[in-house]
């Protein structure tokens, strides 16, 4: 990935041409329109994962049905950033009950492995591939716990399409295929990977028909015996013999007593509007604590892509990933401060450290009374709507494949601390810190806006700048997507990593050279960057005309359809 590094001697020329090309509506950061349906709508990063989910909803099945039908078709059609090996997290609006509920379906480490294993064996991080990094995989019982929940159709008609797709083959898209041949590049060196992923010798090329017939006989078993056909029966008996060969050390018995947990959102509101986010150990509250920072400032005065208000997000999202970097962590653990996190006075007190003129080289985290990816976005008839999010992280997981069933286990255990006294410290039986975060929107007691944003520490940055680009610049759904977008690297980090530079910000093409100029004369650091911006899918219930917007933005390969 080549980076161009800004400085006050020589900036690079930015284009002034907007992301979108000019169209006839005015809107031009938006490469298309909205997706207008009245009786179902669906938003995948693979088309035809999003066909798949509308052809359950037109079956008679519920927004969690189809959504949990597109996730598993995903974990065939996208292996570069889900599947079953990998954690999920949803929030579902319940037409019924009129409410929001939290699903985390995340897992926890081995607990045969303990932090005196890294320190005996000189760890200084906990490794990004291999046996070490592998912590349980959450989303089968993730789909389980959802369809029990609120589900109207049985998991075996859900999970045929996948099976179907697996045993018959689908073509691959073009941006999968781009991160599929650089994910095979450092895996195949791992058992198992090259005989399932790299068909021939090679990873799929773009329109390629891929087949996965070990994962059809996976999900097939796990169709016809429910999920302890996978936690407690074949699946989990494969896994833990494999990682007993590869020298790990998650177990049958880790698999075995694996629970989701049904958890309340968090939400704060910015100018009238709630937005609510999952709790950690996720990292969904950061977006909370930037728009409560950002709430302070005439954020609409600014502008679009101007320099201060660049300068003040991403100074917000300083102030927030410190706090991010020291309490972040599983709640089973620690007593997080999250209330204080997320409250309008501390947002205030964090405000008050910025300064207008000049960008930060670190900021101090909150002193507190006493802690790749894919998105899809389904709605129905009946008014449901299920914002979910799953993956095997880095990409494609670990590199370890179990012989014969079709998937990577995660590597999500990388993300602990090794450092004694840290809250995301490495204990057994814990939840690591983790990125991928569902997003919700609601007005006035009702719902309005189920979306997400794919990308690793992007992931909150995205949602502060959907929830402004929507509020604050009047975008419509589509061009909230496909806006440049800001990225800050460098910040702290929950594995302990500090920062003490002030980061790198990345800007897409699109930010002008007046703006660029200004932001190095405050003392950003900038540098230009072509991907590593996110996956956006989104979907906006219209009350007045009863019919869903959908969106899908140019970056991946998704589709949002309705009908």
Not at 124 to 147: C, Q, R, T
Not at 213 to 226: F, H, Q, R, V
Not at 245 to 272: C, I, K, M
Request: with cysteine; proline share 5%.
């Amino acid at each position: 990935m080549k980076t161009i590094l800004f400085t006050s001697i020589a900036i690079f020329l930015f284009s002034s041409i907007t992301y979108g090309q000019d169209r006839i509506t005015g809107l031009n950061l938006a490469t298309r329109s909205e997706v207008i349906a009245q009786h179902g709508m669906a938003c995948t990063s693979q088309p035809l994962a999003t066909q798949v989910a509308l052809d359950i909803l037109k079956s008679g099945g519920n927004a969690i049905d189809a959504a949990i039908a597109a996730n598993a078709t995903l974990g065939l059609m996208e292996p570069t950033g889900n599947g079953m090996g990998g954690d999920l997290f949803a929030i579902v609006w319940d037409s019924k009950t009129k409410k929001l509920y939290g699903l985390n379906a995340s897992g926890r480490s081995p607990k045969s492995l303990s932090l005196e294993y890294f320190k005996r064996n000189n760890y200084k991080k906990i490794p990004s591939h291999g046996p070490l990094p592998v912590s349980v995989p959450g989303a089968v019982d993730g789909w389980f716990e959802l369809n029990t929940k609120f589900g109207s159709m049985p998991m075996n008609e859900i999970l045929q399409p996948a099976i179907d797709y697996a045993r018959d083959g689908f073509p691959v898209s073009e941006l999968i295929s781009y991160y599929w041949r650089g994910g095979a590049r450092g895996l195949q060196k791992y058992p198992n990977f090259k005989e399932i992923f790299m068909p021939d010798g090679h990873a799929p090329a773009k329109g390629e028909v891929f087949k996965n017939p070990y994962l059809a006989s996976t999900l097939k078993k796990i169709a016809e015996g429910g999920r302890d056909v996978f936690y407690k029966g074949e699946v989990a008996r494969t896994i833990d013999s494999f990682m007993k060969e590869q020298e790990g050390f998650l177990s049958y018995e880790d698999l075995a007593t694996h629970t989701s947990e049904w958890v309340e959102p968090l939400s704060v509101n910015y100018r009238g509007f709630d937005v609510w986010e999952l709790p950690p150990n996720g990292q969904g509250t950061a977006a909370l604590q930037m728009l409560n920072i950002l709430e302070g400032f005439d954020i609409k005065s600014m502008g679009f892509g101007s320099a201060e208000y660049i300068h003040y997000f991403v100074e917000a999202k300083k102030l927030a990933f410190e706090d991010r970097a020291k309490y972040y962590s599983d709640p089973a653990f620690n007593e997080l401060p999250i209330e204080q996190l997320t409250s309008k006075d501390y947002a205030t007190e964090r405000r008050a450290l910025i300064n207008p003129a000049r960008a930060a080289r670190s900021y101090p985290a909150g002193e507190l009374e006493q802690g790749n990816t894919i998105y899809l976005t389904v709605a129905d008839q009946w008014g449901n709507m299920i914002s979910l999010i799953q993956s095997n992280y880095r990409g494609m997981g670990s590199g370890m494949v179990p012989p014969g069933l079709g998937f990577i286990l995660q590597d999500r255990g990388e993300l602990f601390s090794l450092e004694e006294g840290h809250m995301n410290v490495f204990e057994p039986g814990k939840r690591p810190f983790h990125t991928i975060i569902p997003a919700f929107i609601t007005k006035d007691g009702k719902p309005y806006i189920s979306f997400g944003l794919m990308g690793g520490a992007m992931q909150p940055q995205g949602h502060t700048q959907i929830v402004v680009n929507i509020i604050d610049f009047g975008m419509n759904l589509q061009e909230a997507g496909d806006a440049p977008r800001i990225q800050h690297g460098g910040s702290s980090q929950p594995t302990g990593e500090v920062m003490t530079n002030g980061g790198i910000v990345y800007l897409e093409s699109g930010i002008d050279y007046d703006t660029i100029r200004n932001l190095v004369r405050r003392g950003h650091k900038i540098q230009w960057n072509v991907g590593g911006y996110g996956g956006y899918q989104a979907i906006m219930w219209d009350d007045k005309n009863k019919v869903y917007f959908g969106a899908s933005e140019s970056r991946k390969d998704g589709q949002a359809g309705g009908y």
